[in-house]
């Protein structure tokens, strides 16, 4: 299973509807990174040659926020595109487990008692080497094991994935990594770590249409709730659809400039905007459509020029550069 291969994949509200005997992992999965990936490959592969179901079981929202509501970590795929992602490596069942002071309180004991052994009864768990559970995170992949020993299933560690980026640099992902990533700009090493490029998911609003009176008219994206990456100018992808649903399966990629930043040529203290200009042909009213953005390389910070005029030079130099990044990355 690959992930070009699209599965179905069934949501379940309570892990009694999955199958004694299957396979499971449990975590987060936020940004379906690589890591998660070779979790869930060697986890379908152990499915598939026991004939039984995938089931990954994961929090919402991340149990990080409900322990540290005053810094939670900021999101890399909302549980719509999570669900997608999933489906995407042949997950079978998805059970989203609601985070709460309850769940949160458990013990590693009470824990695999409540969801593993009383409803759901595995042959094998998959996780990988840095996976910790129950009350204070005091749970690894060896008190699993521990426990599984007693109750009667299997673990499997599957090893942290490194990889080497542009920069030569050598390292282990991880979904902290790829947020400090995409904070610093750096959507080329995230896209390494994440096995396609960061997605940014939201409707088209409306803006200043000053992009459109200087010759480059922009899709306004609403802020989603997403990470999003430093303020500058980036090269990437975009797709439209007219829902949600359809922009996941949408296959037309669209080369794109894209902008975030504050304005700072039209004025002072203007909100942060994240504009798409679009290197196409008759886009048609985009209002009120959904808009991808998919990031591929960052190209310059953020400045105040002078005039529009001065504005508008840079943005055709910018999509110029576009152009040859994004053809060399389709050739």
Known sequence: MTGRDIGIMEVISDIKDA????VLTIGNFDGVHIGHQAI????KRAAVDRATKLIVMTFEP???AVLRPQSPPGILTPLALKKHLLAQFGVDYLFVVESGDGLLRLSPADFVNKFLVKDVQPYIVFEGEDFNFGA?????VDT???????KGFEVCVIDSKEVKFMSGRIAKISSTMIRGMLEDGKVADAAVALGRP?????RVVSGRGKGKQIGFPTANMKRPRQIIPAEGVYAGFAEIADSFERLLSAKEKLPAVFSIGRSQTLGNDNPLTLEAHLLVENTGDLLGKWLAMDFVKYIRSQIKFNSEKELAEQIARDCKETKKILGDVTQ
């Open 62 to 64: 991340h149990p990080l």
């Open 198 to 202: 960061y997605r940014l998911i939201e």
């Open 136 to 140: 204070e995170r005091v749970g690894g």
């Open 19 to 22: 199958k004694n005997g299957c």
């Open 144 to 150: 699993l094991r521990q426990l599984g020993i007693k």
């Open 40 to 43: 869930l490959s060697a986890a």
